[in-house]
């Protein structure tokens, strides 16, 4: 049963909220609920994010794109968003953060990896607080 409950949104739902919610599961574990989803669900998962979770042994391609009206209907521990601006929703919580991550979706694949790294030491971060 999971004690807390955490959402990753961002536009396309394609990159960085997905690797938001992969590193919650892998580092908070069964105590975090980890959702994700974007106000513009692009349907897909970015190639160069499956390679790059892939090389820390997480299969990103097991998760499908979610639209908001598709996430669980609760009050979360906190929501992260990150680059939607004005298009993000607003979900009810008791924390809310902006992450200021740049898209990696055009980025080659070592600056993929830096803004990877970036999102999960802030997730680490983040669990440590919940």
């Known amino acids: ?70 996430i669980p209907d609760v009050e979360y521990d906190a929501v992260v968003t990150m680059g939607c601006g004005d298009a993000c929703p607003f979900v009810r919580a008791k924390r809310r953060e902006v992450w200021s991550i740049p898209d990696p979706k055009h980025m080659p694949p070592e600056e993929f990896r830096k803004v990877r790294d970036l999102i999960e030491g802030k997730v680490k971060a983040l669990l440590a607080e919940l």
């Open 1 to 70: 049963m999971t004690s807390r409950n955490v959402l990753f949104v961002c536009i396309e739902n394609s990159n960085r909220s997905r690797m938001a919610e992969a590193f919650a599961r892998i580092h908070g574990g069964p105590a975090i609920g980890s959702y994700r989803s974007g106000p513009r669900p692009s349907g897909i998962v970015n190639p160069k994010a499956i390679a790059a979770m892939a090389e820390l042994w997480y299969d990103l391609a097991k998760h499908g794109s979610k639209p908001l009206d598709q």
